[in-house]
Structure formats: C-alpha cells, structure tokens
T-cell receptor, first 113, second 115 residues
Framework: GAGVSQSPSNKVTEKGKDVELRCDPISGHTALYWYRQSLGQGLEFLIYFQGNSAPDKSGLPSDRFSAERTGGSVSTLTIQRTQQEDSAVYLC???????????FGQGTRLTVV | AQKITQTQPGMFVQEKEAVTLDCTYDTSDPSYGLFWYKQPSSGEMIFLIYQGSYDQQNATEGRYSLNFQKARKSANLVISASQLGDSAMYFCAMREGRIGRALTFGSGTRLQVQP
C-alpha cells in the first residue's frame, strides 16, 4: 500500500487478556515508531526501531508492553494482561532515516473493558 | 522537564484571519528538528511543516509558516487566511540529534475556525 497500515482499526478486549496490534510501514522505510494517544492528550512515545539497530524501548510504560519488528518491515505491539488504563489509540509511524517527515497510520483504537 | 510545551489548550480564530500557535522547546543538542502536525477529528496525523536547527530561513509551506526564534527556543506555527477546514488539533514535535530518532510531542492546541 501507499501509506502506513495498521490493524485492527478498533479492538475491544476484556481486562486481563493479551492483544496484538499490527503495523505495516511504507515500503523502504527503515525507521518505525509506536506512539500512544489517550483521549484528548498528546502522543506518548513507546518504542522506536531503526534498521538492524537495537530498538529504543525507553517509552514502554511497563513490562506488559513489548514490540518486535520482523524482517525490518512489519511490526507487532503486544500488550499482555491488559488493564483499563491501556485504553487509547495506538499510532504507528514510519520514515526514511534522516527524513524530515514521519508518516502516520490511522491508528488502532484499543478499549479495555 | 517538558521537552515541548504548547501553552494554548484551545484557540479560536475567525475565518480568513491569521492565527499563531505557540510552541517552545528544550534541548541541549545543537542538532534538532522541529515539526508541526495537524490532527483532524478523523484522527489521522498530517505533517505540515519542518524546521531544522541549522536552517537560516523560516520554513514556509503554503499558508503555513514557522516562526523560528532559536535564542528563545520557540517554533510558533502561523496559519494565514484561516479556513473552516483548519479546525483541528495541532501538535508541535521535536527530534533531537542528526540521526533519525523518535519525535517528542507537545500536548497540542485545539484550533477552532469560526465563520
């Protein structure tokens, strides 16, 4: 596709369940970012992948959160034992290294009930 | 300390008027980039404009311009001739360092354009 694709667009899950969110970046983009946006708030950085380098995980809020990027392309953000405070929109972005622009996907709206 | 500060949670502007959205930043890195994104109610993040720390000129993109005052560490967005479609959340963001790193975002300003 032409842009960053995220799936699912919406996810409702029960507290305590695990969820996986997927991001398919723009082809050729080596940098990939995950952000979280709570209702009415700014974007909170979660994790950053750049090529084959070790990811920058400094934004992950707890050890229930993890992410991987396979083959330098698709990324999966996993939240284990979801809590109600995990409810938010999870945004993925990709860019070329050194690019002045990061392209965002439409996000996954996660609701934990 | 906040890296990006947007002090205006909400702004109103009349259609066809100009509006300035404030952004101040904090970094000790001499190399950085400043970004503005627009987020309409649909939720997508739309890139508007970029300013590099070494750029001599203020960035402009159509009706958008960035008023970059390096000594004051401010990077205000100016929207000229506001349109109803400009109503949205606007986020200022910064990337520190030369090599691609994650963007740090401010808390945003909600702009409402009135007819």
């Amino acid at each position: 596709g032409a842009g960053v694709s995220q799936s699912p667009s919406n996810k409702v899950t029960e507290k305590g369940k695990d969820v996986e969110l997927r991001c398919d970046p723009i082809s050729g983009h080596t940098a990939l970012y995950w952000y979280r946006q709570s209702l009415g708030q700014g974007l909170e950085f979660l994790i950053y992948f750049q090529g084959n380098s070790a990811p920058d995980k400094s934004g992950l809020p707890s050890d229930r959160f993890s992410a991987e990027r396979t083959g330098g392309s698709v990324s999966t953000l996993t939240i284990q034992r979801t809590q109600q405070e995990d409810s938010a929109v999870y945004l993925c972005a990709s860019s070329l290294v050194g690019s002045t622009e990061a392209f965002f996907g439409q996000g996954t709206r996660l609701t934990v009930v | 300390a906040q890296k990006i500060t947007q002090t205006q949670p909400g702004m109103f502007v009349q259609e066809k008027e100009a509006v300035t959205l404030d952004c101040t930043y904090d970094t000790s890195d001499p190399s950085y980039g400043l970004f503005w994104y627009k987020q309409p109610s649909s939720g997508e993040m739309i890139f508007l404009i970029y300013q590099g720390s070494y750029d001599q000129q203020n960035a402009t993109e159509g009706r958008y311009s960035l008023n970059f005052q390096k000594a004051r560490k401010s990077a205000n967005l100016v929207i000229s001739a506001s349109q109803l479609g400009d109503s949205a959340m606007y986020f200022c963001a910064m990337r520190e360092g030369r090599i691609g790193r994650a963007l740090t975002f401010g808390s945003g300003t909600r702009l409402q354009v009135q007819p």
